[in-house]
Antibody, heavy 119, light 107 residues
């Protein structure tokens, strides 16, 4: 069965760049869509964006100026870059497969990784 | 963006109880509404997609209904392992959005 695992620094300084990678195992990254979703402490889930395995992307307009999602099919990975971070970007970051299939749902998800923005 | 309002925000129920969670969209979204279960420290799990379709491997005590703006997730007989936070998510239009969640706890 497909499994996703997020990796990257758990602490990022304000104004710097957050960089996370999601490694997909148990299935090929092709021919799916892959997404990043986050949850700030005590708040709800926020869609960040998705990438198709061929490279086309969609970003949440609230983050679009600071977000880049990329894919490396040779490594079965996709990545998130968020620039100019502030404390408001502190959150658990999840990667997930989707949207796709009837319903455009996200399934499965990774366990999530906490990223804290602090000096 | 489409806003999703979940209610209640939390509830206590006994084992065997029927539990109902509602999700209301700020505009019509047809049947493009998905439900997830999330336990602390675990990956969120898809339960229901496209309003009423049970994801494979999910117990049949979970069901979903609704269309347009009003949707419901029902647990027909609450089990101990169902303690979790439940989220709805609309996939009608980007940016995809989620409800604020409903925390279900055993009495």
């Amino acid at each position: 069965q497909v499994q996703l695992q997020e990796s990257g620094p758990g602490l990022v300084k304000p104004s710097e760049t957050l960089s996370l990678t999601c490694t997909v195992s148990g299935d090929s990254i092709s021919p799916y869509y892959w997404s990043w979703i986050r949850q700030p402490p005590g708040k709800g889930l926020e869609y960040i964006g998705y990438i198709y395995y061929k490279g086309s992307t969609n970003y949440n307009p609230s983050l679009e100026s600071r977000v880049t999602i990329s894919v490396d099919t040779s490594k079965n990975q996709f990545s998130l870059i968020l620039s100019s971070v502030t404390a408001a970007d502190t959150a658990v970051y999840y990667c997930a497969r989707g949207p796709g299939s009837y319903g455009d749902y996200f399934d499965p998800w990774g366990q999530g990784t906490l990223v804290t923005v602090s000096s | 963006d489409i806003q999703l309002t979940q209610s209640p925000s939390s509830l206590f129920a006994s084992i065997g109880d029927r539990v109902t969670i509602t999700c209301r969209a700020s505009q019509t979204i047809s049947v493009y509404l998905n439900w997830y279960q999330h336990k602390p420290g675990r990956a969120p799990k898809l339960l229901i997609y496209a309003a009423s379709n049970l994801q494979g491997g999910v117990p049949s005590r979970f069901s979903g209904s609704g269309s347009g703006t009003d949707f419901t997730l029902t647990i027909s007989s609450l089990q101990p392992e169902d303690s979790a936070t439940y989220y709805c998510q609309q996939s009608y239009s980007v940016p995809y959005t989620f409800g604020r969640g409903t925390e279900v706890e055993n009495k």
